[in-house]
């Protein structure tokens, strides 16, 4: 069943069509990658189905509900969390600050507190730093710190844009094995990345842009072994 469906979308940048009617979707527990080069318009559509861009034409419906016009700080109560690019932590609030800043739409505070401990599991440098100030943590740290503060929302649905963009090798294999445990817990999740070799590999399904279109989608296997993908996105 389809948690999240586009459909028809156009997003435009004052005269400019950023986004030309593309349409796709994710069935819960799903790990869906959207991959293609800088510019393609995959951080235009992260926001867009977020509510931080409004589109021209087309819809957003989030479990059957039509979301489109949702502002976005309800449709995080809704059940969906975003991973910025960038990471984009409260840089002078301490590590357990931003944590609990997710988990803003939340009432329960016991719930609360039970999620947190999972993130300190799941993150255990987080806990050892909880008292630190998150602009002074590593590119890493900060990236394991916005998916977790993401997390504290219990979301059905968490949208990520660029987790490896500036790791280590190292780092980025970590990131990605927690993308990958996050899934297996119950979460679907919608990835754009660069590092299209590694969204593949933990993809169900993918969607291929290029300015502003979706042109290939597939099972994410297939498409890892298909030539045209492997010269263009891989570097094979």
Same mark, same amino acid.
């Given at each position: 069943?389809?948690?999240?469906?586009?459909?028809? @979308?156009?997003?435009?940048? !004052?005269?400019?069509?950023?986004? %030309? !009617?593309? =349409?796709?979707?994710?069935?819960?527990?799903?790990?869906?990658?959207?991959?293609?080069?800088?510019?393609?318009?995959?951080?235009?559509?992260? &926001?867009?189905?977020?509510?931080?861009? =409004?589109?021209? %034409?087309?819809?957003?419906?989030?479990?059957?509900?039509?979301?489109?016009?949702?502002?976005?700080? %309800?449709?995080?109560?809704?059940? #969906?969390? &975003?991973?910025?690019?960038?990471?984009?932590? /409260?840089? $002078?609030?301490?590590?357990?600050?931003?944590?609990?800043? !997710?988990?803003?739409?939340?009432?329960?505070?016991?719930?609360?507190? =039970?999620?947190?401990? #999972?993130?300190?599991?799941? /993150?255990?440098?987080?806990?050892?730093?909880?008292?630190?100030?998150?602009?002074? @943590?590593?590119? !890493?740290?900060?990236? +394991?710190?916005? #998916?977790?503060?993401?997390? #504290?929302?219990?979301?059905?649905?968490? @949208?990520?844009?660029?987790?490896?963009?500036?790791? =280590?090798?190292?780092?980025?294999?970590?990131?990605?094995?927690?993308?990958?445990?996050?899934?297996?817990?119950?979460?679907?999740?919608?990835?754009?990345?660069?590092?299209?070799?590694?969204?593949? *590999?933990?993809? $169900?399904? *993918?969607?291929?842009?290029?300015?502003?279109?979706?042109?290939?989608?597939?099972?994410?296997?297939? @498409? +890892?072994?298909?030539?045209?993908? %492997?010269?263009?996105?891989?570097?094979?």
């Amino acid at each position: 069943m389809a948690i999240l469906e586009v459909k028809d @979308l156009e997003v435009y940048y !004052g005269i400019i069509k950023a986004i %030309k !009617g593309i =349409s796709f979707e994710v069935n819960e527990g799903e790990v869906i990658a959207l991959i293609g080069a800088n510019g393609a318009g995959k951080t235009t559509i992260l &926001h867009t189905i977020t509510g931080l861009l =409004s589109p021209k %034409k087309g819809q957003v419906i989030f479990e059957g509900t039509d979301i489109t016009k949702v502002p976005a700080h %309800k449709i995080v109560g809704l059940g #969906m969390a &975003h991973v910025p690019e960038g990471r984009r932590v /409260f840089a $002078n609030l301490s590590v357990y600050q931003n944590l609990k800043l !997710g988990a803003y739409t939340r009432k329960d505070k016991e719930e609360i507190e =039970s999620t947190l401990e #999972m993130i300190y599991k799941r /993150f255990p440098r987080l806990e050892e730093r909880k008292n630190q100030l998150a602009g002074t @943590l590593s590119g !890493g740290e900060q990236q +394991m710190l916005a #998916m977790g503060r993401a997390l #504290m929302s219990h979301p059905k649905i968490i @949208l990520m844009d660029e987790p490896s963009m500036g790791l =280590s090798p190292i780092l980025v294999n970590e990131i990605f094995d927690i993308i990958r445990s996050v899934n297996e817990t119950g979460t679907t999740v919608l990835l754009v990345e660069q590092n299209a070799k590694k969204a593949l *590999a933990i993809a $169900n399904r *993918a969607y291929v842009l290029e300015t502003g279109r979706i042109v290939t989608s597939g099972d994410a296997k297939e @498409l +890892m072994n298909d030539d045209t993908i %492997k010269k263009a996105y891989l570097g094979e």
